[in-house]
């Protein structure tokens, strides 16, 4: 029998890769998950609990992710995606609207479907750094509350960009709208020098993923619920229906240490090492760009995309978290005493990069201009569709939502119309080889009318 995945990931762990991308881990050079034994890989038996009800150990565990007292903590083993589909349901009990900000994750509006529930988009504002949606333009957000069910934001961006997020549950909270948070990208918010969680600020569900940032198994994550939030029984038991019975103990092992490492951790290693990183890649003449959040960097070289520079670092067996046309996006590891990070071995990859000569860049070079007005989301169930090439499909309705992915937000929604504005950006991720969900060989599902 062949193992295809097995020998990929074995001839990839030989390469020695560097990691700058989820999982918090590094390729194991970070944190202790290495003392978990596979052996540990159980299921419910006497003494272990069960995650759908948890009384025992399983209990006492999840009371160890304590970050605020106002709020009680549950195991998401089926990743942050479950946190957010049981809230949206647990939420859907009557014909009003929520409102979420235009770059929540694909997972949101998963869940709206789900729940056929519609959603009021809010108008949204723009990096100038980034070019990449920020967070809701609050003041023009605020005048369109009413009697929404609830409020969907993401915080930070996934270039780790922040905004006023306590000022946006202020205002929600004031219209009596409960908030939930996909925090996915801080986990380590909180940390000294980094910034602070919306647990701060009384969101009233915070989903966080673990894996992310620190260093736990990938699809571990964590809900934090507020003690006061309405619907709290309700997400109890939608968290039965979104997560495995079979919760995975190595997962939730994983989480337990990620925790004991945030409680424990001190950053003056992970700062010191950082500036070197940043110093190494400007003495080569890239362009770096410290985030909001610290654990973040973009990374530019003049005259070119961050394809580009994505390809001349794969190059060095040093792997990122994405790149778009601007720039490339790199998640530093949480360096700490101890860890077996290759830090010598990334320094010595990085002055071995081949470069082209810099060029000058165009003041009128093209920005990829996002949609920020307000808009509304309505689930739509087409029963009837076909696969057709993107140029034949002007004046027709999508059938699936278009994501590139990462990070994994939708561009464009199932049910609205094709345009040749949409054809000409398809025809622009495809020649910048962009991987788009629900585009491929050229084609994309549409209503069959």
Same mark, same amino acid.
């Given at each position: !029998?062949?193992?295809?995945?097995?020998?990929?990931?074995?001839?990839? +762990?030989?390469?020695?890769?560097? *990691?700058?991308?989820?999982?918090?881990?590094?390729?194991?050079? &970070?944190?202790?998950?290495?003392? =978990?034994?596979?052996? !540990?890989?159980?299921?419910?038996?006497?003494?272990?609990?069960?995650?759908?009800?948890?009384?025992?150990?399983?209990?006492?565990?999840?009371?160890?992710?304590?970050?605020?007292?106002? $709020?009680?903590?549950?195991?998401?083993?089926? @990743?942050?995606?479950?946190?957010?589909?049981?809230?949206?349901?647990?939420?859907?009990?009557?014909?009003?609207?929520?409102?979420?900000?235009? %770059?929540?994750?694909? #997972?949101?509006?998963?869940?709206?479907?789900?729940?056929?529930?519609?959603?009021?988009?809010?108008?949204? %504002?723009?990096?100038?750094?980034?070019?990449? $949606?920020?967070?809701?333009?609050?003041?023009?957000?605020?005048?369109?509350?009413?009697?929404?069910? +609830?409020?969907? /934001?993401?915080?930070?961006?996934?270039? @780790?960009?922040?905004?006023?997020?306590?000022?946006?549950?202020?205002?929600?909270?004031?219209?009596?709208?409960?908030?939930?948070?996909?925090?996915?990208?801080?986990?380590?918010?909180?940390?000294?020098?980094?910034?602070? *969680?919306?647990?701060?600020?009384?969101?009233?569900?915070?989903?966080?993923?673990?894996?992310?940032?620190?260093?736990?198994?990938?699809?571990? *994550?964590?809900?934090? &619920?507020?003690?006061?939030?309405?619907?709290?029984?309700?997400?109890?038991?939608?968290?039965? $229906?979104?997560?495995?019975?079979?919760?995975?103990?190595?997962?939730?092992?994983?989480?337990?240490?990620?925790?004991?490492?945030?409680?424990?951790?001190?950053?003056?290693?992970?700062?010191?090492?950082?500036?070197?990183?940043?110093?190494? +890649?400007?003495?080569? @003449?890239?362009?770096?760009?410290?985030?909001?959040?610290?654990?973040? /960097?973009?990374?530019?070289?003049?005259?070119? #995309?961050?394809?580009?520079?994505?390809?001349?670092?794969?190059?060095?067996?040093?792997?990122?978290?994405?790149?778009?046309?601007?720039?490339?996006?790199?998640?530093?590891?949480?360096?700490?005493?101890?860890?077996?990070?290759?830090?010598?071995?990334?320094?010595?990859?990085?002055?071995?990069?081949?470069?082209?000569?810099?060029?000058?860049?165009?003041?009128?070079?093209?920005?990829?201009?996002?949609?920020?007005?307000?808009?509304?989301?309505?689930?739509?169930?087409?029963?009837?569709?076909?696969?057709?090439?993107?140029?034949?499909?002007?004046?027709?309705?999508?059938?699936?939502?278009?994501?590139?992915?990462?990070?994994?937000?939708?561009?464009?929604?199932?049910?609205?119309?094709?345009?040749?504005?949409?054809?000409?950006?398809?025809?622009?991720? =495809?020649?910048?080889?962009?991987?788009?969900?629900? +585009?491929?060989?050229?084609?994309?599902?549409?209503?069959?009318?």
């Amino acid at each position: !029998m062949n193992l295809p995945l097995n020998d990929k990931l074995k001839t990839f +762990l030989d390469k020695t890769p560097i *990691s700058f991308h989820v999982p918090g881990h590094k390729n194991m050079t &970070i944190g202790d998950l290495k003392e =978990i034994e596979l052996a !540990m890989d159980i299921t419910e038996i006497t003494d272990f609990d069960d995650l759908h009800h948890p009384e025992e150990v399983l209990e006492e565990s999840m009371k160890q992710l304590a970050k605020h007292p106002d $709020y009680e903590a549950f195991y998401l083993v089926n @990743g942050t995606t479950s946190g957010i589909l049981s809230v949206i349901q647990a939420a859907a009990q009557s014909t009003e609207p929520m409102l979420i900000s235009r %770059n929540v994750h694909k #997972s949101v509006f998963h869940g709206l479907d789900l729940a056929q529930q519609k959603a009021q988009i809010m108008p949204m %504002n723009v990096s100038k750094l980034t070019n990449q $949606y920020l967070g809701p333009e609050i003041s023009k957000t605020s005048q369109m509350m009413n009697q929404q069910l +609830l409020s969907i /934001i993401t915080y930070p961006n996934y270039y @780790g960009e922040t905004f006023d997020v306590q000022r946006f549950i202020q205002e929600s909270h004031a219209h009596q709208i409960p908030v939930l948070v996909d925090e996915a990208h801080g986990a380590h918010f909180g940390i000294k020098r980094f910034p602070e *969680s919306s647990l701060e600020y009384g969101a009233d569900y915070v989903v966080q993923s673990y894996h992310k940032t620190l260093p736990a198994f990938t699809m571990s *994550s964590v809900i934090f &619920i507020h003690k006061d939030a309405p619907y709290y029984n309700q997400v109890r038991q939608y968290l039965t $229906y979104f997560q495995s019975s079979s919760p995975s103990y190595l997962l939730m092992a994983g989480l337990e240490r990620a925790q004991g490492f945030y409680q424990n951790y001190e950053a003056s290693t992970f700062f010191e090492k950082r500036d070197i990183v940043i110093n190494e +890649l400007r003495q080569r @003449g890239f362009v770096v760009n410290e985030m909001d959040d610290a654990l973040k /960097i973009t990374v530019q070289y003049p005259g070119y #995309s961050g394809y580009h520079v994505q390809e001349w670092l794969e190059k060095q067996e040093i792997y990122i978290e994405l790149s778009d046309n601007d720039q490339t996006l790199l998640i530093l590891p949480l360096w700490h005493e101890h860890d077996t990070f290759p830090f010598e071995l990334l320094k010595e990859r990085i002055t071995q990069i081949i470069l082209p000569e810099a060029q000058k860049i165009s003041k009128n070079k093209n920005k990829n201009v996002l949609p920020t007005e307000s808009s509304d989301y309505q689930p739509v169930q087409l029963r009837h569709t076909i696969e057709i090439p993107i140029q034949q499909a002007v004046g027709k309705r999508l059938a699936q939502h278009l994501v590139p992915y990462p990070p994994g937000i939708p561009s464009f929604f199932k049910g609205e119309q094709v345009t040749a504005t949409t054809v000409k950006k398809l025809e622009s991720w =495809i020649k910048q080889g962009i991987r788009v969900e629900g +585009l491929k060989d050229n084609k994309i599902r549409i209503e069959d009318n």
